[in-house]
């Protein structure tokens, strides 16, 4: 928990977020840590021990904060969000893909609203800035075979980061929001704004109208019309990404003129 060494003014607690917080049920349990190893870690026990749907743990920096297939998410304290928020939703397993594109496109459509910078979604799970990732999802899904127990919605969010602070091997691909703007930017009110437009979105998908957040995403892409290659340990299908699915699958046109969809996979710009 917070050790109370920096000013109140820029920490993530329930006094810097509930404020102007307008949603009814995403964010308004939180859990704060000033250090942890991962919010999706924190989440899933407090999940498993019974925690509301909308539970939001936050931290300032992570140790051990992972991205898609464990791969290591930077996470330096006091300029970030890094947190995950606990869903409950009674939607088949199959449909919970909806939940990753949602988030991106919430976090896009937020990101322009506040600061008016190009923000758009890169399939699967990446948001970028003038080509450069600078937010990333996770999700994470306990479900039996025909019901989901709860999901943990992970977001991390390169906010106020300087180009120093990335490690050199990914300082060419990766940005800030302050990279991009020039000034830094509240994190409290970015976080406020994306947990209300996910609301409105989840609840879309919740109630079955899933073609809102295909749109939204489809709106937001970077990705759809240009030619890519996505690997994966299924093999690779290089060609052009012409749309998305209803689960949320990639459909590429190959070179022969047949499109195929995939559900997973490292995609990458030709």
């Known amino acids: 928990m917070s050790d109370g060494s920096r000013g109140t003014s820029d920490l993530l607690t329930e006094r810097e977020i509930l404020p102007g ?61 890094y947190f995950t928020l606990i869903l409950r939703p009674e939607i088949p397993p199959a449909a919970a893909p909806m939940i990753t594109l949602a988030a991106g496109a919430a976090l896009a459509k937020s ?44 977001v991390g969010v390169d906010v106020n980061m300087t180009e120093d602070m990335f490690p050199e091997e990914i300082r060419d691909i990766s940005t800030s929001i302050y990279i ?44 759809l019309g240009r030619r890519v290659t996505v690997k994966g340990l299924w093999g690779e299908k290089t060609g052009t990404a012409t749309d998305i699915d209803a689960s949320g699958g990639l459909v590429i046109r190959g070179d022969d003129g047949e499109a195929g969809t995939v559900v997973s996979g490292d995609l990458f710009f030709d």
């Open 111 to 154: 990101v322009r609203a506040l600061y008016g910078l190009p923000a758009a979604v890169k399939w699967p799970n990446d948001a970028l800035l003038h080509s450069r990732k600078f937010a990333g999802v996770l999700t994470e899904m306990n479900a039996g075979a025909s019901r989901i127990r709860h999901v943990l919605l992970g």
């Open 180 to 223: 991009s703007r020039g000034e830094k930017a509240d994190r409290a009110e970015l976080l406020r704004l994306f947990l209300s437009e996910m609301e409105t979105l989840y609840d879309n998908i919740v109630s079955g109208r899933r073609e809102i957040i295909l749109d939204a995403w489809r709106s937001l892409s970077c990705t």
């Open 21 to 81: 917080l307008a949603t009814d049920r995403l964010g308004r349990n939180i859990v704060y840590f000033d250090s942890t190893d991962s919010t999706n870690a924190q989440a899933a026990r407090l999940a498993g021990e019974g925690a509301p749907e909308g539970t939001l743990t936050i931290a300032e920096s992570q140790t051990a904060g992972r991205g898609r297939l464990g791969r290591k998410w930077e996470s330096p304290p006091g300029v970030n969000l």
